[in-house]
């Protein structure tokens, strides 16, 4: 197993797995996506569009042409104009955002909800276009880790947090419902982006706390 320490860092608790400081409430808070409820409001809420790597861009054109004709035209001419991608206020590399929130990707189909009826939800058009086997690329990092945060500090040290969001308020009452940490949630996402011996000493570390910082 990685060696791994727990330190408070400003009053909270951290957990430090190799180059990685993990908030704790990672492991003791619960969540679970519910579209259902929220349609998808994560892809058009918010002020800026989803972080991505350079790599993560690359793949973003290469598949263009596969997700174009879900686009909405004004995501379309955003693309056209200023291409998938811009630099935020924060210096970070985002996707583009069409009217100063939505995602560019965004593509809108009918699913049922929890109580029958049939309603209009926000889809990843890169997500879709993957599960249909029209891509073999399914969406940035940054997405699928949601509602973790991931961000490179000055020393180079990689820092996990949890992004509460009022959008995702069902995500966690079903999360609590389901007794399903963060962590868990999150296992295929957390694994692609950091290995497996990676998740495998996270687990272990949530396994041992003890019962007063659970």
């Known amino acids: 197993m990685i060696p791994y320490k727990i330190q408070p860092i400003c009053t909270k608790m951290i957990i ?3 180059n990685t400081l993990v908030s704790m409430d990672i492991i003791t808070e619960c969540f679970c996506c519910d579209l259902g409820k929220c349609k998808g409001r994560c892809c058009i809420e918010g002020d800026a569009g ?3 790597t350079l790599d ?4 973003i054109e290469d598949n263009l042409d596969a997700v174009w004709s879900d686009l909405s035209a004004s995501a379309q001419s955003v693309i056209d104009a200023q291409g998938v991608a811009y630099t935020d206020v924060e210096g970070e590399l985002v996707t583009s955002i069409v009217n100063g929130k939505d995602c560019v990707f965004t593509c809108y189909q009918d699913l049922e909800t929890p109580d029958g009826t049939v309603e209009n939800c926000c889809l990843c058009a890169y997500e879709r276009a993957y599960r249909a086997g ?3 690329w399914c969406k940035p990092i940054s997405c699928a880790l949601y509602p973790i945060r991931v961000k490179t500090l000055k020393n180079g040290i990689t ?3 949890y992004n509460r969001w009022e959008v995702c308020r069902d995500a ?3 999360g609590r419902r389901m007794n399903l940490p963060i962590y868990k949630f999150l296992r ?3 694994v692609a982006r950091f290995g497996e011996q990676w998740y495998k000493t996270l687990c272990e570390v949530a396994r041992e706390l003890p019962d007063n910082l659970k």
């Open 159 to 161: 820092a996990l947090t």
């Open 16 to 18: 430090e797995i190799e």
């Open 56 to 59: 993560e861009m690359a793949q």
């Open 50 to 52: 989803a972080p991505v």
């Open 188 to 190: 295929e996402p957390l």
């Open 134 to 136: 029209k891509t073999r």
């Open 172 to 174: 966690v009452e079903k």
